[in-house]
């Protein structure tokens, strides 16, 4: 089964416009979430990450907004550019620990 | 200038052929992971490494094995080709230290299991 789940699969939106990804999990003890940037031919790239005992952390034009009773978190792109254009993964893990477990991922659009 | 490295980038084989995929990383970090990425699935741990020699089965090991005599090297290796072994296979590697999780990915290899 899909641990990690993300929606849209894919998003396209305006230059300028908020990009808003979303992501849920099913296990609780899962605290843990970074997001991962993918360009085509490319590797994944670390973009931002959280832990379970913040609600929301911010990195310039990217912010991640948890809720842990709902089990949901989303990755906000604000003002977004031509060159945020990329698939973005959703991960999370236990205790920090080493075994991510990652989302299907959304691929992102953003028209000039 | 950290990086992750894999060779070779493309590969095709025929069904049954042995396939070697190597991986290196210049960050001397103690964890190395192997992953493939299939559409619509994300990326799916194969193998990880905690060190040399000391290596542990992911979510969809069956079909793979792997290697790691050194720590800037982790191979993996597919006994007999299968077609539905066909993806993109990515290494990682991370160090856990006190404030960093962040693996660091290699641009991976397109391999075509004919």
């Known amino acids: 089964q899909q641990q990690v789940r993300q929606s849209p699969q894919s998003l396209t939106v305006w230059e300028g416009e908020t990009a808003i990804l979303n992501c849920s999990y099913e296990?609780?003890?899962?605290?843990?979430f970074p997001w991962y940037q993918q360009f085509p031919g490319e590797g994944p790239a670390l973009l931002i990450s959280i832990l379970s005992v913040s609600d929301k952390k911010e990195d310039g034009r990217f912010t991640i907004f948890f809720n842990k009773r709902e089990k949901k978190l989303s990755l906000h792109i604000a003002d977004s550019q031509p060159g945020d254009s990329a698939t973005y993964f959703c991960a999370a893990s236990e205790g920090m620990g080493y075994k991510l477990t990652f989302g299907t991922g959304t691929s992102l659009l953003v028209d000039p | 200038d950290m990086k992750v490295t894999q060779m070779p980038r493309y590969l095709i084989k025929r069904m049954g052929e042995n396939v070697l995929l190597e991986c290196g990383q210049d960050?001397?970090?103690?964890?190395m992971y192997w992953y493939r990425q299939d559409p619509g699935l994300g990326l799916q741990l194969i193998y990880i490494s905690y060190d040399v020699d000391s290596n542990s089965e992911g979510d969809i090991p069956k079909g793979y094995r792997v290697s790691r005599k050194k720590r800037e090297h982790f191979s993996l290796i597919l006994d007999s080709a299968k077609t539905n072994q066909t993806s993109v296979y990515f290494c990682?590697?991370?160090?856990?230290?006190?404030?960093?999780?962040?693996?660091?990915f290699g641009p991976g290899t397109r391999l075509t299991v004919l």
């Open positions: 960050m001397s970090h103690e964890t």
């Open positions: 296990n609780s003890a899962f605290d843990y």
């Open positions: 990682a590697s991370s160090s856990h230290g006190e404030s960093s999780y962040e693996q660091y």
